[in-house]
Protein backbone atom coordinates (compact mmCIF):
# COMPACT_ATOMS: atom_id res chain seq x y z
CA UNK A 1 0.00 0.00 0.00
CA UNK A 2 1.19 3.61 -0.71
CA UNK A 3 1.96 5.37 2.36
CA UNK A 4 -0.58 8.83 2.09
CA UNK A 5 2.38 11.27 2.64
CA UNK A 6 3.96 9.84 -0.61
CA UNK A 7 3.60 11.41 -4.15
CA UNK A 8 2.80 8.97 -6.76
CA UNK A 9 5.00 9.25 -9.83
CA UNK A 10 5.68 7.10 -12.72
CA UNK A 11 9.27 7.01 -12.23
CA UNK A 12 12.06 7.97 -10.09
CA UNK A 13 15.91 7.42 -11.82
CA UNK A 14 18.41 8.16 -8.98
CA UNK A 15 21.77 8.66 -10.22
CA UNK A 16 25.43 9.39 -9.14
CA UNK A 17 25.44 12.41 -10.49
CA UNK A 18 22.40 14.42 -12.15
CA UNK A 19 24.20 17.24 -14.68
CA UNK A 20 20.64 19.48 -15.31
CA UNK A 21 22.62 22.11 -17.93
CA UNK A 22 20.18 24.44 -16.22
CA UNK A 23 21.71 26.09 -13.90
CA UNK A 24 24.52 26.50 -15.50
CA UNK A 25 27.91 24.54 -14.37
CA UNK A 26 26.48 22.86 -11.56
CA UNK A 27 26.38 19.06 -10.82
CA UNK A 28 24.07 17.44 -8.26
CA UNK A 29 25.66 14.43 -6.34
CA UNK A 30 23.69 11.55 -5.43
CA UNK A 31 20.12 12.95 -6.71
CA UNK A 32 17.27 12.10 -8.73
CA UNK A 33 14.49 12.72 -11.02
CA UNK A 34 11.34 12.36 -10.64
CA UNK A 35 8.86 11.61 -13.69
CA UNK A 36 4.99 11.72 -14.15
CA UNK A 37 3.49 11.62 -17.49
CA UNK A 38 6.60 11.88 -19.59
CA UNK A 39 7.81 15.00 -17.40
CA UNK A 40 9.97 15.79 -15.09
CA UNK A 41 8.30 16.33 -11.97
CA UNK A 42 11.51 17.13 -9.17
CA UNK A 43 15.33 16.63 -9.20
CA UNK A 44 15.95 16.36 -5.50
CA UNK A 45 18.71 14.06 -3.65
CA UNK A 46 17.89 10.71 -3.60
CA UNK A 47 17.07 9.92 0.09
CA UNK A 48 14.34 12.74 -0.38
CA UNK A 49 13.24 11.42 -3.18
CA UNK A 50 12.73 7.90 -1.56
CA UNK A 51 10.46 9.32 1.11
CA UNK A 52 8.40 11.90 -1.31
CA UNK A 53 7.73 9.87 -4.26
CA UNK A 54 6.03 6.19 -4.66
CA UNK A 55 7.42 5.55 -8.09
CA UNK A 56 5.81 2.98 -10.17
CA UNK A 57 9.46 2.03 -11.77
CA UNK A 58 13.05 3.12 -9.94
CA UNK A 59 16.00 2.65 -12.04
CA UNK A 60 19.21 3.22 -10.11
CA UNK A 61 22.26 3.93 -11.45
CA UNK A 62 24.65 4.88 -8.93
CA UNK A 63 27.84 5.04 -11.21
CA UNK A 64 26.44 7.09 -14.27
CA UNK A 65 25.32 10.31 -14.60
CA UNK A 66 22.26 11.66 -16.05
CA UNK A 67 22.19 14.38 -18.57
CA UNK A 68 19.60 15.82 -20.96
CA UNK A 69 18.94 13.48 -24.04
CA UNK A 70 21.51 14.66 -26.52
CA UNK A 71 20.41 17.33 -29.47
CA UNK A 72 21.44 16.63 -33.01
CA UNK A 73 21.06 19.12 -34.41
CA UNK A 74 22.02 18.82 -37.86
CA UNK A 75 21.22 15.57 -40.08
CA UNK A 76 20.72 14.13 -43.03
CA UNK A 77 19.56 10.55 -41.23
CA UNK A 78 18.32 8.70 -44.09
CA UNK A 79 22.05 9.10 -46.01
CA UNK A 80 23.28 6.57 -42.56
CA UNK A 81 22.58 3.84 -46.16
CA UNK A 82 25.71 6.20 -47.80
CA UNK A 83 28.09 5.55 -45.02
CA UNK A 84 31.41 5.49 -46.40
CA UNK A 85 30.38 4.88 -50.22
CA UNK A 86 32.46 8.56 -51.13
CA UNK A 87 34.79 9.16 -48.88
CA UNK A 88 38.15 12.03 -48.91
CA UNK A 89 36.70 14.23 -51.30
CA UNK A 90 36.14 17.72 -51.27
CA UNK A 91 32.43 18.90 -50.74
CA UNK A 92 31.87 19.45 -54.42
CA UNK A 93 33.10 16.59 -55.83
CA UNK A 94 31.62 14.88 -53.31
CA UNK A 95 27.91 15.85 -53.52
CA UNK A 96 27.64 16.71 -57.38
CA UNK A 97 29.75 13.58 -58.65
CA UNK A 98 29.35 10.82 -56.14
CA UNK A 99 26.46 11.61 -53.59
CA UNK A 100 23.30 12.78 -56.23
CA UNK A 101 24.39 10.43 -58.83
CA UNK A 102 23.77 7.48 -56.34
CA UNK A 103 20.34 9.43 -54.80
CA UNK A 104 19.22 10.03 -58.18
CA UNK A 105 19.55 5.73 -58.72
CA UNK A 106 18.06 4.92 -55.24
CA UNK A 107 16.37 7.54 -54.00
CA UNK A 108 12.61 6.84 -52.18
CA UNK A 109 10.57 6.16 -49.95
CA UNK A 110 11.92 2.77 -48.46
CA UNK A 111 15.57 4.44 -48.89
CA UNK A 112 14.34 6.63 -46.46
CA UNK A 113 12.41 4.64 -44.08
CA UNK A 114 15.05 2.58 -43.58
CA UNK A 115 17.71 4.91 -43.31
CA UNK A 116 16.02 6.70 -40.69
CA UNK A 117 15.39 3.93 -38.90
CA UNK A 118 18.91 2.82 -38.82
CA UNK A 119 19.57 6.31 -37.48
CA UNK A 120 17.06 5.80 -34.94
CA UNK A 121 18.98 2.83 -33.52
CA UNK A 122 22.44 4.64 -33.84
CA UNK A 123 21.36 7.74 -32.25
CA UNK A 124 19.75 6.09 -29.34
CA UNK A 125 22.37 3.66 -28.61
CA UNK A 126 24.21 6.86 -28.47
CA UNK A 127 22.61 9.06 -25.66
CA UNK A 128 20.79 11.75 -28.64
CA UNK A 129 16.65 11.70 -28.36
CA UNK A 130 16.44 14.68 -30.72
CA UNK A 131 17.16 15.36 -34.04
CA UNK A 132 17.03 18.14 -36.54
CA UNK A 133 16.64 16.47 -40.08
CA UNK A 134 17.08 17.77 -43.52
CA UNK A 135 16.06 15.40 -46.43
CA UNK A 136 13.88 14.41 -48.95
CA UNK A 137 10.34 12.50 -48.28
CA UNK A 138 9.84 14.31 -44.96
CA UNK A 139 6.47 12.53 -44.53
CA UNK A 140 8.33 9.10 -44.33
CA UNK A 141 10.74 10.98 -42.01
CA UNK A 142 7.92 11.74 -40.22
CA UNK A 143 5.97 8.87 -39.93
CA UNK A 144 9.22 6.76 -39.26
CA UNK A 145 10.20 8.98 -36.16
CA UNK A 146 6.74 9.00 -34.95
CA UNK A 147 5.77 4.94 -35.01
CA UNK A 148 9.32 4.71 -32.96
CA UNK A 149 8.34 7.80 -30.11
CA UNK A 150 11.88 9.87 -31.22
CA UNK A 151 11.42 13.31 -31.21
CA UNK A 152 12.45 14.92 -34.12
CA UNK A 153 11.68 18.32 -36.32
CA UNK A 154 11.63 17.57 -39.88
CA UNK A 155 12.96 19.72 -42.81
CA UNK A 156 10.49 20.67 -45.25
CA UNK A 157 12.93 20.45 -48.45
CA UNK A 158 13.23 23.35 -51.00
CA UNK A 159 15.63 22.68 -53.74
CA UNK A 160 16.14 24.59 -57.56
CA UNK A 161 15.74 21.02 -59.20
CA UNK A 162 13.61 18.52 -59.78
CA UNK A 163 14.11 15.25 -57.41
CA UNK A 164 11.98 11.67 -56.45
CA UNK A 165 10.28 14.09 -54.09
CA UNK A 166 8.97 17.27 -56.19
CA UNK A 167 9.21 18.14 -59.34
CA UNK A 168 9.10 21.90 -59.58
CA UNK A 169 8.79 24.85 -57.28
CA UNK A 170 5.21 24.86 -56.73
CA UNK A 171 5.19 20.79 -55.62
CA UNK A 172 7.81 21.47 -53.49
CA UNK A 173 5.93 24.73 -51.40
CA UNK A 174 2.39 22.65 -51.77
CA UNK A 175 3.49 19.14 -50.26
CA UNK A 176 5.66 21.48 -47.43
CA UNK A 177 2.40 22.79 -46.44
CA UNK A 178 0.78 20.31 -46.85
CA UNK A 179 3.15 18.11 -43.96
CA UNK A 180 3.18 21.44 -42.03
CA UNK A 181 -0.61 20.77 -41.56
CA UNK A 182 -0.58 17.18 -40.71
CA UNK A 183 2.03 17.72 -38.12
CA UNK A 184 1.40 20.42 -36.84
CA UNK A 185 0.72 20.30 -32.53
CA UNK A 186 2.25 16.44 -32.38
CA UNK A 187 3.96 16.00 -29.10
CA UNK A 188 7.15 14.64 -30.85
CA UNK A 189 7.29 15.96 -34.33
CA UNK A 190 7.90 19.58 -35.64
CA UNK A 191 8.45 20.79 -38.62
CA UNK A 192 10.72 23.39 -40.60
CA UNK A 193 11.75 24.65 -44.08
CA UNK A 194 14.86 23.25 -45.30
CA UNK A 195 15.73 25.32 -48.51
CA UNK A 196 19.36 23.33 -49.28
CA UNK A 197 21.74 26.01 -49.47
CA UNK A 198 22.40 29.72 -51.02
CA UNK A 199 24.08 28.09 -53.91
CA UNK A 200 20.68 25.71 -54.72
CA UNK A 201 17.74 28.35 -53.86
CA UNK A 202 17.15 31.51 -55.69
CA UNK A 203 15.80 34.32 -54.44
CA UNK A 204 12.18 33.59 -55.53
CA UNK A 205 12.18 30.94 -53.57
CA UNK A 206 13.77 32.52 -50.38
CA UNK A 207 11.31 35.20 -50.31
CA UNK A 208 8.33 32.36 -50.41
CA UNK A 209 9.74 30.86 -47.79
CA UNK A 210 10.16 33.89 -45.51
CA UNK A 211 6.65 34.96 -46.04
CA UNK A 212 5.40 31.04 -45.28
CA UNK A 213 7.33 30.56 -42.62
CA UNK A 214 6.39 33.78 -40.95
CA UNK A 215 2.90 32.60 -41.07
CA UNK A 216 3.18 29.54 -39.82
CA UNK A 217 5.73 30.18 -36.78
CA UNK A 218 8.32 27.20 -38.08
CA UNK A 219 11.82 27.73 -38.23
CA UNK A 220 14.45 27.44 -41.62
CA UNK A 221 17.30 25.21 -41.28
CA UNK A 222 19.84 26.20 -43.79
CA UNK A 223 23.42 25.20 -44.98
CA UNK A 224 25.23 28.46 -45.00
CA UNK A 225 28.91 29.89 -45.39
CA UNK A 226 29.81 26.44 -45.25
CA UNK A 227 33.06 26.39 -47.96
CA UNK A 228 34.57 29.60 -48.89
CA UNK A 229 33.84 28.32 -52.44
CA UNK A 230 30.42 28.96 -51.72
CA UNK A 231 31.33 32.43 -50.30
CA UNK A 232 33.22 32.90 -53.58
CA UNK A 233 30.44 31.99 -55.84
CA UNK A 234 27.93 34.34 -53.76
CA UNK A 235 29.85 37.44 -54.78
CA UNK A 236 30.34 36.55 -58.40
CA UNK A 237 26.41 35.84 -58.84
CA UNK A 238 24.85 38.08 -56.55
CA UNK A 239 27.34 40.75 -55.82
CA UNK A 240 27.23 39.73 -52.29
CA UNK A 241 28.19 37.60 -49.50
CA UNK A 242 25.39 34.63 -48.70
CA UNK A 243 24.58 36.20 -45.04
CA UNK A 244 24.78 39.70 -46.90
CA UNK A 245 21.75 37.87 -49.17
CA UNK A 246 19.74 35.88 -46.99
CA UNK A 247 20.07 39.22 -44.67
CA UNK A 248 18.35 41.04 -47.90
CA UNK A 249 15.47 38.33 -48.09
CA UNK A 250 14.79 38.41 -44.85
CA UNK A 251 15.91 35.41 -43.43
CA UNK A 252 18.82 36.49 -40.57
CA UNK A 253 16.37 36.49 -38.18
CA UNK A 254 15.46 34.21 -34.64
CA UNK A 255 13.99 31.48 -37.19
CA UNK A 256 17.26 30.61 -39.00
CA UNK A 257 18.86 27.43 -38.07
CA UNK A 258 22.34 28.22 -40.00
CA UNK A 259 24.71 25.43 -40.26
CA UNK A 260 28.47 24.92 -40.72
CA UNK A 261 29.37 28.76 -41.04
CA UNK A 262 32.78 28.59 -41.33
CA UNK A 263 33.54 31.67 -43.51
CA UNK A 264 32.30 34.31 -40.78
CA UNK A 265 33.49 38.11 -40.26
CA UNK A 266 33.48 40.04 -37.17
CA UNK A 267 30.78 42.30 -38.55
CA UNK A 268 28.74 38.70 -39.53
CA UNK A 269 28.68 37.13 -36.29
CA UNK A 270 27.73 40.16 -34.46
CA UNK A 271 24.80 40.41 -37.16
CA UNK A 272 23.89 37.14 -36.34
CA UNK A 273 24.32 38.07 -32.77
CA UNK A 274 21.81 40.87 -33.27
CA UNK A 275 19.51 38.89 -35.21
CA UNK A 276 18.88 35.76 -33.13
CA UNK A 277 20.28 33.49 -35.42
CA UNK A 278 20.98 29.83 -34.14
CA UNK A 279 24.46 28.51 -35.61
CA UNK A 280 25.04 24.54 -35.87
CA UNK A 281 28.61 23.47 -35.85
CA UNK A 282 29.51 20.19 -37.54
CA UNK A 283 32.87 19.92 -36.78
CA UNK A 284 33.68 16.39 -37.96
CA UNK A 285 32.09 17.01 -41.33
CA UNK A 286 33.68 20.04 -41.72
CA UNK A 287 37.28 18.66 -41.18
CA UNK A 288 36.40 15.56 -43.04
CA UNK A 289 35.42 17.92 -45.78
CA UNK A 290 38.23 20.36 -45.17
CA UNK A 291 35.45 23.25 -45.15
CA UNK A 292 36.73 25.09 -42.65
CA UNK A 293 36.44 25.74 -39.12
CA UNK A 294 33.40 27.65 -37.14
CA UNK A 295 34.81 30.43 -34.87
CA UNK A 296 32.92 28.55 -32.28
CA UNK A 297 34.72 31.04 -29.57
CA UNK A 298 33.73 34.09 -31.08
CA UNK A 299 30.12 33.50 -31.80
CA UNK A 300 29.34 32.84 -27.85
CA UNK A 301 31.10 35.57 -26.94
CA UNK A 302 28.83 37.94 -28.79
CA UNK A 303 25.81 35.90 -27.85
CA UNK A 304 24.93 33.32 -30.67
CA UNK A 305 23.45 30.37 -29.72
CA UNK A 306 25.08 27.33 -30.39
CA UNK A 307 24.36 24.18 -31.22
CA UNK A 308 25.99 21.04 -32.47
CA UNK A 309 25.13 18.68 -35.24
CA UNK A 310 26.96 15.55 -36.54
CA UNK A 311 25.80 16.12 -40.36
CA UNK A 312 25.24 12.95 -42.24
CA UNK A 313 26.76 9.95 -42.18
CA UNK A 314 28.06 10.40 -45.86
CA UNK A 315 30.12 13.16 -44.79
CA UNK A 316 30.94 12.46 -41.11
CA UNK A 317 30.68 9.03 -40.73
CA UNK A 318 28.59 8.75 -38.01
CA UNK A 319 26.07 10.08 -35.51
CA UNK A 320 27.81 10.26 -32.27
CA UNK A 321 27.00 13.26 -30.69
CA UNK A 322 29.24 12.43 -27.60
CA UNK A 323 32.44 12.29 -30.13
CA UNK A 324 31.11 15.25 -31.86
CA UNK A 325 30.88 17.60 -28.73
CA UNK A 326 34.43 16.86 -27.61
CA UNK A 327 35.30 17.38 -31.19
CA UNK A 328 34.00 20.23 -31.05
CA UNK A 329 35.47 21.55 -27.40
CA UNK A 330 38.81 20.36 -28.99
CA UNK A 331 38.57 21.87 -31.96
CA UNK A 332 37.08 25.12 -30.57
CA UNK A 333 39.99 25.87 -28.04
CA UNK A 334 42.83 25.29 -31.14
CA UNK A 335 41.20 28.22 -33.34
CA UNK A 336 40.50 30.53 -30.72
CA UNK A 337 44.22 30.07 -29.36
CA UNK A 338 42.52 29.51 -26.39
CA UNK A 339 42.84 26.26 -23.55
CA UNK A 340 40.03 27.80 -21.33
CA UNK A 341 37.59 28.44 -24.47
CA UNK A 342 34.69 26.53 -24.89
CA UNK A 343 34.42 24.38 -21.50
CA UNK A 344 33.26 21.29 -20.92
CA UNK A 345 30.42 22.82 -19.09
CA UNK A 346 29.55 25.38 -22.25
CA UNK A 347 30.07 22.29 -24.71
CA UNK A 348 27.40 20.04 -23.44
CA UNK A 349 25.01 22.74 -22.82
CA UNK A 350 25.90 23.23 -26.83
CA UNK A 351 25.51 19.46 -27.26
CA UNK A 352 21.67 19.70 -25.10
CA UNK A 353 19.97 22.89 -24.65
CA UNK A 354 21.72 24.91 -27.38
CA UNK A 355 20.37 22.57 -30.29
CA UNK A 356 16.84 22.11 -28.15
CA UNK A 357 16.66 26.37 -28.63
CA UNK A 358 17.83 26.32 -32.03
CA UNK A 359 15.03 24.37 -32.86
CA UNK A 360 12.57 25.52 -31.33
CA UNK A 361 12.54 22.84 -28.52
CA UNK A 362 13.96 25.12 -25.37
CA UNK A 363 11.06 25.30 -23.37
CA UNK A 364 10.03 21.28 -23.50
CA UNK A 365 13.50 19.42 -23.82
CA UNK A 366 17.77 20.35 -23.60
CA UNK A 367 17.60 20.53 -19.96
CA UNK A 368 16.67 18.85 -16.78
CA UNK A 369 14.46 20.75 -14.56
CA UNK A 370 11.04 20.49 -13.22
CA UNK A 371 7.95 21.00 -16.30
CA UNK A 372 9.65 19.73 -19.29
CA UNK A 373 9.62 15.94 -21.22
CA UNK A 374 11.99 13.91 -19.56
CA UNK A 375 14.17 13.51 -22.55
CA UNK A 376 17.56 11.78 -20.60
CA UNK A 377 20.58 9.53 -21.04
CA UNK A 378 22.41 7.58 -18.38
CA UNK A 379 26.45 7.34 -19.06
CA UNK A 380 27.72 5.06 -16.85
CA UNK A 381 31.44 6.38 -15.33
CA UNK A 382 32.97 3.61 -13.95
CA UNK A 383 34.90 2.36 -16.67
CA UNK A 384 38.58 2.25 -16.14
CA UNK A 385 38.62 4.91 -19.33
CA UNK A 386 36.60 7.51 -17.29
CA UNK A 387 38.33 6.63 -13.92
CA UNK A 388 39.53 8.61 -11.27
CA UNK A 389 36.85 10.44 -11.73
CA UNK A 390 37.72 14.44 -10.23
CA UNK A 391 35.27 16.18 -12.41
CA UNK A 392 32.04 14.67 -14.20
CA UNK A 393 31.44 17.14 -17.04
CA UNK A 394 34.72 16.99 -18.17
CA UNK A 395 34.95 13.10 -18.12
CA UNK A 396 31.30 13.36 -19.90
CA UNK A 397 32.95 15.47 -22.50
CA UNK A 398 36.77 14.52 -22.89
CA UNK A 399 36.98 10.85 -21.77
CA UNK A 400 33.73 9.43 -22.17
CA UNK A 401 32.49 7.32 -25.43
CA UNK A 402 28.87 6.22 -26.43
CA UNK A 403 29.45 3.04 -25.32
CA UNK A 404 29.23 4.30 -21.92
CA UNK A 405 25.52 4.91 -22.93
CA UNK A 406 23.55 2.40 -20.34
CA UNK A 407 19.85 3.89 -20.73
CA UNK A 408 17.77 6.86 -22.39
CA UNK A 409 13.92 8.22 -22.14
CA UNK A 410 12.17 10.01 -24.69
CA UNK A 411 9.42 11.56 -23.10
CA UNK A 412 9.33 9.24 -20.04
CA UNK A 413 9.64 6.54 -22.24
CA UNK A 414 12.53 3.57 -21.95
CA UNK A 415 14.30 3.52 -25.23
CA UNK A 416 17.74 2.10 -24.06
CA UNK A 417 17.63 -0.65 -21.19
CA UNK A 418 20.92 -1.27 -20.19
CA UNK A 419 23.04 -0.68 -23.15
CA UNK A 420 19.50 -2.62 -25.16
CA UNK A 421 17.38 -1.09 -27.45
CA UNK A 422 13.74 -1.42 -26.39
CA UNK A 423 10.95 -2.09 -29.12
CA UNK A 424 13.64 -2.20 -31.78
CA UNK A 425 14.32 -5.42 -33.55
CA UNK A 426 18.13 -4.74 -34.68
CA UNK A 427 18.81 -7.92 -36.56
CA UNK A 428 15.80 -6.65 -39.20
CA UNK A 429 17.56 -3.46 -39.31
CA UNK A 430 21.20 -4.02 -40.03
CA UNK A 431 19.30 -7.26 -42.66
CA UNK A 432 18.25 -3.95 -44.33
CA UNK A 433 20.96 -2.13 -44.10
CA UNK A 434 23.08 -5.27 -45.41
CA UNK A 435 20.28 -5.36 -48.59
CA UNK A 436 20.26 -1.46 -48.88
CA UNK A 437 24.78 -1.98 -49.69
CA UNK A 438 24.21 -4.54 -51.95
CA UNK A 439 21.87 -2.10 -54.54
CA UNK A 440 23.97 0.81 -53.92
CA UNK A 441 27.22 -0.87 -54.73
CA UNK A 442 25.46 -1.58 -58.34
CA UNK A 443 24.75 1.69 -58.75
CA UNK A 444 28.12 2.70 -58.25
CA UNK A 445 29.51 -0.34 -60.49
CA UNK A 446 26.97 0.90 -63.38
Not at 93 to 114: K, M, N, R, Y
Not at 241 to 246: D, H, L, M, Q, S
Request: charged fraction near 20%.
Amino acid sequence: MTDSATQPCDLLIEAGWVVPVVPHGVVFEDHAVAVSGGRILAVLPTAEARARFAAKDTVSRPDAALIPGLVNAHVHNPMTLLRGVADDLPLKVWLQQHIWPIEGAVLSQGFVEDGVLLAIVEMLRGGTTCCNENYFFPDVQAATYAKHGFRALVGLPVIDFPTAWAASDDEYFERAGAIHDQWKGDALVATAFAPHAPYTVGDASFERIRMLADQLDIPVHLHLHETAQEVAQSIEKHGQRPIARIDRLGLLNDRLIAVHMTQLTDAEIALCAQRGVSVVHCPESNLKLASGFSPVCKLIAAGVNLAIGTDGCASNNDLDMVGETRTAALLAKAVAGDAAGFSAFEALRAATLGGANALGFGDRVGSIEPGKQADLACIDLSAPETQPLHHVVSQLVYASNRRQVSDVWIAGVRKLDRGELVGIDVDAVLASARSWRERIAQVRLA
